[in-house]
């Protein structure tokens, strides 16, 4: 089991900037990739961004070029660094592992085993 706890969500003005944490505790963190996933309200929750055990990522195109990911697997930790956030970027934030995956697979939920319990990001106009 891998547990995973979110934090760093919060209450920005849009073209501003916040970093999500996501800390890891259980197996070894390295070994699993790492995504974010979002959903807002009314809405299916969506991919936002991963990053494999050997550190490739992919973003969603909504976020391409405004949000990196990234982690520390010395601190067992993962990052979602989100600047030039939209009101449109206002969701749950949620971090998820899951095991090694290519192709659009790595899109989908079901490619991620383990869960946090989110963090809101409210992004005003």
């Known amino acids: 089991q891998v547990q995973l706890v979110e934090s760093g969500g919060g209450l920005v003005q849009a073209g501003g900037s916040l970093r999500l944490s996501c800390a890891a505790s259980?197996?070894?963190?390295?070994?699993?990739?790492m995504g974010w996933f979002r959903q807002a309200p009314g809405k299916e929750r969506e991919f936002v961004a991963r990053?494999?055990?050997?550190?490739?990522?992919y973003y969603a195109n909504s976020v391409k070029g405004r949000f990196t990911i990234s982690r520390d697997n010395a601190k067992n930790t993962g990052y979602l660094q989100m600047n030039s956030l939209k009101p449109e970027d206002t969701a749950v934030y949620y971090c998820?592992?899951?095991?090694?995956?290519?192709?659009?697979?790595?899109?989908?939920?079901?490619?991620?085993?383990?869960w946090g319990q989110g963090t809101q990001v409210t992004v005003s106009s």
């Open positions: 259980g197996r070894t963190f390295s070994r699993y990739a």
């Open positions: 990053i494999s055990w050997t550190s490739g990522t």
């Open positions: 998820a592992a899951g095991g090694t995956y290519s192709g659009t697979y790595v899109y989908t939920q079901r490619a991620y085993d383990f």
